[in-house]
Every structure is written in structure tokens, then in C-alpha cells.
């Protein structure tokens, strides 16, 4: 029954701790703001509080795919990869050892069925050979979601959002943590309908998810980008969203796969890279952008936890229109 279930969710679990990583990225992050505000001539910009959380996601490849622009799309390098991003254990392992674990993991195609062989997970350009070989990362893989009047992952900017930078994040174990054993502590019960039955799933928010909602619904094109299906995010999140914050909803349908996972793909979100941000607790899932990310730890049901609201600072200094380009601030190799 836990394999059945565990087909429909897919989230990442990792819970290792490097307090120290998470500490340097954010004070090379702080220092790129800086420079960059001195550099174009502006006033420095508010620096984000430090975390007191002590806890992190830590970053499970040991070497990130290189990115490159070619004729305007923007391309990764394989060749430079030792690692598959296959890291994370499948619902199925982590459920053998702790039966609370949380709906879905960053599962591979076979776990819902859909594997394809290796050769076929990445969509080369020209040569097959890896020390040659590049993906377009702009381009729609077979099945994969899609707006079809603006060609992305999302609709046509509206209006109101111009000017806004677009802010991505993770659900699972980066806002809430959900569970299909009984939580005495979940905030909600939403029914999800699996092969004609219903199936309870306790979700407990994660302490500030709130505030956090709410503030980043004013600064940014806020959209939810989720590797589990829409049965179980869209009732979830009518729950969450209380502040209606949330103006996008990506799926698991709308991922990219990639060596046998659900890539959240920046370069297919139709919103300009240097404006894009994504706050995940997987690396996995940002492989191919790592330098747009804010990492984050898994969390499960800590009730100390503040690191959203740690976020807050930063991440308001971050969406002033004085950052031109978020790489520059984000990227900790600079």
C-alpha cells in the first residue's frame, strides 16, 4: 500500500545537517549584495539576519553541471557531471525504516511508472558523446505541461506583475510536511481519492509559513513549483494560501526529467533567469540553476524552526529593482 501511495507525491527528504555550508553561503551572499550595489553606485542594501535555526539541507552533488548561452537558449554541459542526482532515497526505502515518513521523495521514473532508458532521460543537442554534448535546457520534453499561448511553464506575465522578480518554492518539507499516518499535531486533513478510495493526509504547517506568504506575496510573482501531483498539492494548497499569495501552481507534470528525476527547470519557466529564484530543500531539484537558488533544511516537524522567517529580510532586500541580476547576488562561487 505505501508503494501505491507513494506513486501520486514526490518531494525531496534530506535531512542532513552542515550548519557551517549554510552559514558561509548566506554570508557570501550578504557580501554579494553588497558589491553589486557598490559596484553599480548604489546604496547597499539592507543585510539578511542570521539563521538561528541550525539546521540546513546539505548539498548531496559534489559537482554541478556548468551553464552556458547559445543563440539565446540557455544550455547546461553534461560532461561535467559525476554524480547522478540519484541520491535521495524512493518512498518505498524511507518508508522501511520510518513509517512516518513524508508524502513523496525525489522518486525516479520508474517509481511511477513511467521509466524511460538513461539514453532517452536527456534531450542532447547535435552529439551523444558527453564530453560534447549540451542540453537545451528551453526545450519541452514529450508529455511534459505547458502553457500553449506563451510556449512555458507559465502563462503570459499579467500585468501586475511587472516589475516583480518570480520567486519559486518548493511544498513538501520546504513549507509544510505532510504525512498519510495521523498527525496529532497537522494544522489540516485534506481527502485525496487513490484507485477509488479516500485517502487521509495530515499536514502540519511549517512555523512562519504564514507571515512568510504573505509578505512574499507582495514583493514577488510568488509560484509554487511541487513534484507531487495536483490531486494532493491544488487541495493543499486552497488550504495553505491563506493570504492568497500564491499566484502560480506547478506539478509534478510540469517537472523535467533528468537522469530518472523531477527537475524544476528555471529555463523553462518563461520569466527572464536573472530575475528567477528558487527556494527548495533539495539541490536535486535545481541542478541546473544552483547559482538562483536559496537553500533551505528539510523540515519536518521542528516547532523551533524560524528559518522562513529569517528568509524575510533577505529576501525583501533581494526584490528591490536596484538587483538587476539575482545570479550575481545568489551565486557564492563569484
Not at 518531494?11 to 553589486?36: A, E, G, L, M, P
Amino acid at each position: 500500500m505505501d508503494k501505491l501511495l507513494s506513486s501520486f507525491f514526490c518531494c525531496s527528504v534530506d535531512t542532513k545537517d552542515d550548519t557551517d555550508d549554510r552559514y558561509h553561503r548566506q554570508s557570501s551572499r550578504k557580501s554579494n549584495v553588497t558589491d553589486t550595489n557598490s559596484n553599480s553606485g548604489k546604496s547597499p542594501s539592507p543585510r539578511r539576519s542570521k539563521n538561528s535555526s541550525g539546521t540546513t539541507a546539505k548539498n548531496t552533488t559534489s559537482t554541478k553541471p556548468t551553464s552556458a548561452t547559445e543563440n539565446g537558449k540557455h544550455q547546461v554541459d553534461i560532461s561535467k557531471e559525476e554524480h547522478s542526482v540519484n541520491d535521495t532515497d524512493t518512498m518505498a526505502n524511507t518508508n522501511e525504516s520510518n513509517p512516518n515518513t513524508p508524502i513523496g521523495t525525489n522518486k525516479t521514473v520508474a517509481d511511477v511508472g513511467n521509466k524511460t532508458d538513461e539514453s532517452d532521460d536527456i534531450n542532447v543537442e547535435g552529439q551523444t558523446d558527453d564530453s560534447s554534448s549540451f542540453m537545451d535546457l528551453t526545450k519541452m520534453q514529450e508529455g511534459q505541461k505547458y502553457d500553449e499561448e506563451s510556449g512555458w511553464l507559465l502563462g503570459i506575465q499579467p500585468k501586475e506583475f511587472k516589475g516583480k522578480k518570480c520567486l519559486i518554492l518548493d511544498l513538501d518539507e520546504t513549507l509544510v510536511h505532510s504525512s498519510f499516518k495521523y498527525l496529532r499535531t497537522a494544522d489540516f486533513v485534506i481527502p485525496v481519492e487513490i484507485d477509488n478510495q479516500i485517502q487521509h493526509v495530515y499536514v502540519i504547517k511549517r512555523p512562519g509559513v504564514d507571515e512568510f506568504l504573505k509578505k512574499v506575496g507582495q514583493w514577488f510573482e510568488v509560484v509554487v513549483f511541487t513534484a507531487s501531483v495536483s490531486k494532493y498539492g491544488n487541495p493543499l494548497l486552497d488550504k495553505l494560501d491563506i493570504h492568497k499569495s500564491v499566484h502560480h501552481r506547478l506539478f509534478r507534470d510540469s517537472c523535467y526529467i533528468y537522469q530518472g528525476n523531477f527537475i524544476k527547470n528555471l529555463s523553462q519557466i518563461g520569466r527572464p533567469l536573472s530575475e528567477s529564484i528558487i527556494i527548495d530543500n533539495s539541490p536535486a531539484s535545481y541542478i541546473f540553476h544552483p547559482q538562483h537558488s536559496i537553500p533551505i533544511s528539510s523540515w519536518f516537524s521542528d516547532t523551533h524552526d524560524n528559518e522562513l522567517i529569517d528568509l524575510l529580510p533577505f529576501l525583501e532586500d533581494i526584490s528591490k529593482p536596484n538587483v538587476d541580476d539575482v545570479g550575481l547576488v545568489l551565486d557564492i562561487t563569484q
